[in-house]
């Protein structure tokens, strides 16, 4: 029997410019420039083949003998263990599990149920900002709850709400890895969460204008622009600014403004009562609308959340166009006596648990319609209008 186990640690470190055989046909290469290199021989069909084990920086001795017995048992049969091991090597490229491909495949996966195909919410901006940088050559197999938690540090206090958009896409794809088959640890983004602690950074609200100083603010809106009739029925309708910039003709239904789902942050359609005021500037809009959208930019497309923002910029005002929405509920809850979910309603908020939710099928409209009514007199003449929508019963 050949011998084998020829050489020792110590050896592999000292020894001078040549070859050494270990035994087996494992051989240790050391260069003229100091630097060292594993091979195995075999012989394959009358051939002999040196198959190249890794540097001595990279390998050690023991790990070269384990390389060794595994190639040489694919020798034993019949195979070339070089060309098994470049099968091996595109096999494993094909069937990349790297936390980059997972993710990206998670991410095709679920643009059918994201608004826009998840560009327009940049669905995997988090990730492929902050994640996919640390993490994204790391098998999903192998990641844990501290690699995680390093990918997120840098940006758990400084950047809180992207950390915890981050770490939620993080859940997903490895419940979407899990649902492949591999064997991964689904609980490593909680655990992750555990780890990283409570973010230092404090909440920061949109900026909004106190209610009481809308009616003013709605007036000075008077020049008939794109941009003025465009923050006067955001007001008047307390929607998100997308809606209003990209409301087309199609989705107006008499008194009633129908947002399609698609359109909504809550994936569900979205009906908004529509008050006299409010059907004034959308008729007047209309004049000057493009191919159907009643918002149109100067050049192409609508006009940008930007825009509008601006224009409270150069008034000098900290508040800015979504903050209407907290104007508007702020409104509702010291002026009104409105039930909480009417409220909510007006502004497309789920209220309730899962089962109440499925069991009441209304949206309020008409109730709904009476509370923008009386909002619209109080926006347009600073006064209510009629008596104050109140009561569960009203």
């Known amino acids: 029997m050949a011998a084998k186990n020829k050489l020792t640690v110590m050896q592999v470190k000292s020894l001078p410019a040549g070859k050494y055989a270990d035994g087996m046909g494992l051989w240790f290469h050391r260069r003229k420039d100091g630097g060292g ?29 384990e390389a060794a017995n595994r190639w040489r048992a694919i020798a034993r049969k019949g195979m070339d263990p070089i060309k098994e091991r470049d099968r091996l090597r595109r096999k494993a490229a094909r069937e990349d599990h790297s936390f980059a491909t997972i993710a990206r495949q998670t991410f095709e996966t679920k643009k059918a149920e994201l608004k826009g195909d998840g560009k327009a919410g940049r669905w995997f901006s988090p990730l492929e900002l ?196 907290s104007s508007f509920r702020t409104w509702c809850a010291e002026v009104t006596d409105v039930p909480r979910e009417i409220a909510e309603m007006a502004l497309a908020h789920s209220v309730g648990t899962k089962v109440e939710l499925a069991y009441r099928r209304t949206d309020y409209l008409e109730r709904r319609r009476a509370l923008m009514d009386q909002w619209a007199s109080f926006v347009t003449t600073n006064e209510p209008s009629g008596p104050p929508v109140s009561g569960a019963n009203a």
Do not use: C
């Open 37 to 65: 290199q594993w091979f195995l021989r075999v012989t394959i069909h009358g051939q002999r083949r040196e198959m190249g084990l890794g540097s001595m920086d990279a390998v050690g001795l023991k790990e070269a003998r």
């Open 130 to 325: 902050h994640v996919v940088p640390r993490i994204g050559r790391t098998p999903v197999e192998e990641i844990d709850q501290r690699d995680i938690k390093n990918a997120l540090l840098p940006i758990w206090d400084s950047k809180g709400e992207t950390a915890r958009k981050a770490l939620g896409r993080i859940r997903i794809v490895l419940r979407h890895a899990a649902a492949m088959g591999l064997d991964v640890d689904i609980q490593a983004a909680d655990k992750a969460r555990e780890l990283l602690g409570k973010s230092r950074q404090k909440s920061k609200h949109v900026p909004a204008l106190p209610w009481a100083e809308v009616p003013s603010f709605y007036e000075t809106l008077s020049d008939g622009t794109t941009t003025h009739l465009a923050l006067r029925l955001l007001i008047l309708t307390a929607v998100r600014s997308a809606n209003v910039r990209f409301l087309h003709l199609s989705e107006v239904e008499g008194d009633t403004w129908i947002i399609p789902s698609e359109k909504t942050k809550a994936g569900r359609e979205h009906r908004v009562p529509l008050s006299n005021a409010a059907q004034n500037v959308i008729a007047t809009a209309a004049e000057t609308s493009r191919d159907g959208y009643l918002f149109p930019s100067v050049r192409r497309g609508v006009i940008s959340d930007a825009t509008m923002s601006r224009l409270m910029e150069r008034r000098n005002l900290r508040a800015r166009p979504h903050g209407f929405r």
